[in-house]
């Protein structure tokens, strides 16, 4: 069975830093391409990152230098190191499989806020 | 960068009314990565179609996706209670990833 499930989420100050993890089984995290969604209250999701089957790694501009995507093959593990948060940070962040069909992991929430 | 771009914003229909959605691409994209979502409030969204057409698992048979090129449409056949919501469409698996801004169905 196909499962991504999420960790790491929680309430952090301004300019502070936190990761997400995304735990997958049912397939190679390696072999596909993995992507980080995030949805604001109110809001539509926001593709914010992707990093592909071949490790290359891409942002939207809203994250690009202070986000990061990486994933571990051992443990079959994605992960977003965010940097230097700011209160339109906060949302849920989901992980997904980017291929056919796409599977997204349940959320996990980001409050960030003094 | 590509925008989709959802209409209507807003669709007001009865139960048992067929619903069309549309989703401009503002350049030609694979159908291959298209993807329509549905989400309610509260909830994380649900996928509905991938690949343009598929239909994913455990998805009624009234929802039915289809286009290529630039223009994608979500059809809902016969509109049940539980189909008012918001619905999204998706371009993924790419660094051009991208949602449209959604179209919400409500009941007329």
């Known amino acids: 069975e196909v499962q991504l499930v999420q960790t790491g989420g929680g309430l952090i100050q301004p300019g502070g830093s936190l990761r997400l993890s995304c735990a997958v089984s049912g397939f190679i995290v390696s072999a596909n391409h993995m992507s980080w969604v995030r949805q604001a209250a109110g809001k539509g999701p926001e593709w914010i990152s992707i990093i592909y089957s071949g490790g290359e790694t891409y942002y939207a501009d809203s994250v690009r230098g202070r986000f990061t995507i990486s994933r571990d093959r051992s443990k079959n593990m994605v992960y977003l190191e965010m940097n230097v948060l700011r209160a339109d940070d906060t949302a849920i962040y989901y992980c997904?499989?980017?291929?056919?069909?796409?599977?997204w992991g349940k959320g996990t929430t980001v409050t960030v806020s003094s | 960068e590509i925008v989709l771009t959802q209409s209507p914003g807003t669709l007001s229909l009865s139960p048992g009314e067929r619903a069309t959605l549309s989703c401009r691409a503002s350049q030609i994209v694979s159908g291959s990565y298209i993807a329509w979502y549905q989400q309610k409030p509260g909830q994380a969204p649900r996928l509905l179609i991938y690949?343009?057409?598929a239909r994913a698992t455990d998805i009624p048979d009234r929802f039915s996706g289809s286009g290529s090129g630039t223009d994608f449409t979500l059809t809902i056949s016969r509109l049940d209670p539980e189909d008012f919501a918001v619905y999204y469409c998706?371009?993924?698996?790419?660094?051009?990833?991208?949602f449209g801004q959604g179209t919400k169905l409500e009941i007329k």
């Open positions: 690949g343009a057409s």
């Open positions: 998706q371009l993924y698996g790419s660094s051009m990833s991208t």
């Open positions: 997904a499989r980017d291929s056919r069909p796409p599977v």
